[in-house]
């Protein structure tokens, strides 16, 4: 594995998916509409939504030199999430992290968002984008912890799980990496 596809922080381990983390996945935060409400992609409904995930990560890892990555905890190798890069250009990425309810208020969502703010440096990126919905407060504050800047006012989203009626507005984030 290159150091993209697996590397470390202090209480985690974040590495590529593999085909074989289908049921993991679907069980851990794909399939649970809680988890999923303000993530910008649909509710997996079966593990075959997530074989089609897992399809398209590998996808994006031939065509990038990073993409979806999976959060565990070194402790133990419990899967409790994800995050990734997904490259606009070869010098901006966006980013996001979405954790299981029994890995909430841990302090995970920012440790693994330091982790990949970390390879996208040593990706030579020049800035990650990031996006939240405005009732997701707890998002807003792991990204501000991170260094992200709110760009502007909110404007229309994609998030396919709230429900009709609720806002379909984002915040969006920028964070400028140190050039080499």
Known sequence: M????????ERLTIRRPV??????????????????????WPLHRSVEDTRQFLGF???????????????????????????GLAYETTETATTGYVLAKQAWGCGFATEALQ????????????????????????SQRVLEKNGFVRE?????ANFPNLPVGESREALYYTLALPSR
């Open 2 to 9: 290159t150091p993209a596809e697996r590397f470390e922080t």
């Open 19 to 40: 085909a074989g983390d289908a049921e993991a996945i679907f069980q851990c935060y794909a399939g649970d509409p809680q988890v999923t409400r303000y993530v910008s």
């Open 57 to 83: 990560s590998d996808a994006q890892w031939a065509r990038w030199p990073a993409g979806p990555l999976l959060i565990e905890t070194t402790e133990n190798g419990r899967l409790i999430g994800g995050t």
């Open 115 to 138: 982790g990949v703010v970390q390879l996208a440096a040593r990706l030579e990126l020049t800035a990650l984008r990031a996006r939240c919905h405005p009732f997701h407060v707890v």
């Open 152 to 156: 502007e006012e909110p404007r229309p």
